[in-house]
């Protein structure tokens, strides 16, 4: 299993741009990197996923460099609802035999 | 994205008793389940994976007498915590996967045991 780190914390400011970067140092070929964001006393919830270059939704942006050892969640102009819990994850394309959390990354936006 | 049904949202129970928490993917087959438990302030601890018609596979430390699993079908799973006891008040949040590189996850269950 590919480990994951992420920074324990971060704070921002509304209409800032927010990025997180998760480091999955050894990742394995066949691996896709995914980001979820868990809000207190709920499940987590899917933001993106993506296996090399960028992958943008209407939420948020995933930059993954060539070596893939780690990848930058892009989140654009946050608000005060974007404060949450995000976890990034790696998992293998034959399916969710494992899914295994780290201590995720908790953002504080504030006014 | 796909939805994934967990109930019940919370639950009281007395020390001693069981209780079952359901977990249903709504609108598509799940052929592997995970359940996971949530202490304040914690990360999602990976308790057990199953897949359907299968026994649960559970991580080191949890125990397979006490959380008991059961996935008889493509939309269904779930966890029976026996004999409950205050060590076990926890959130507990089950995910669903088709087998995809995707994995949707339930509302969770905010279990007290008094």
């Known amino acids: 299993l590919a480990k994951t780190t992420q920074p324990i914390s971060m704070d921002s400011y509304e209409g800032q741009e927010v990025n997180i970067t998760c480091s999955h140092n050894n990742i394995a070929t066949n691996d896709y990197i995914t980001w979820y964001q868990q809000f207190p006393s709920q499940g987590p919830r899917f933001i993106i996923q993506g296996y090399k270059t960028k992958v943008t939704n209407e939420v948020a942006s995933l930059f993954i460099p060539a070596d893939r050892k780690s990848s930058t969640l892009s989140l654009p102009r946050v608000s005060l609802s974007d404060t949450a819990v995000y976890y990034c994850l790696v998992v293998g394309d034959s399916g969710y035999s494992t899914l295994t959390f780290g201590k995720g990354t908790m953002l504080l936006v504030s006014p | 994205g796909a939805v994934v049904s967990q109930h019940p949202s919370w639950v009281i129970c007395k020390s001693g008793t069981s209780v079952k928490i359901e977990c249903r993917s709504l609108d598509f087959q799940a052929t592997t389940m995970f359940w996971y438990r949530q202490f304040p302030k914690q990360s999602l601890m990976l308790m057990a994976t199953?897949?359907?018609?299968?026994?649960?596979?559970?991580e080191q430390g949890v125990e397979k007498d006490k959380f008991l699993i059961n996935h008889a079908s493509l939309t269904l799973s779930t966890l029976t915590v026996t004999s409950a006891h205050p060590e076990d008040s926890s959130f507990y949040i089950c995910s669903a996967s088709s087998g995809g590189t995707e994995a949707f996850f339930g509302q969770g269950t905010r279990l007290t045991v008094v």
């Open positions: 199953s897949n359907e018609g299968s026994k649960a596979t559970y």
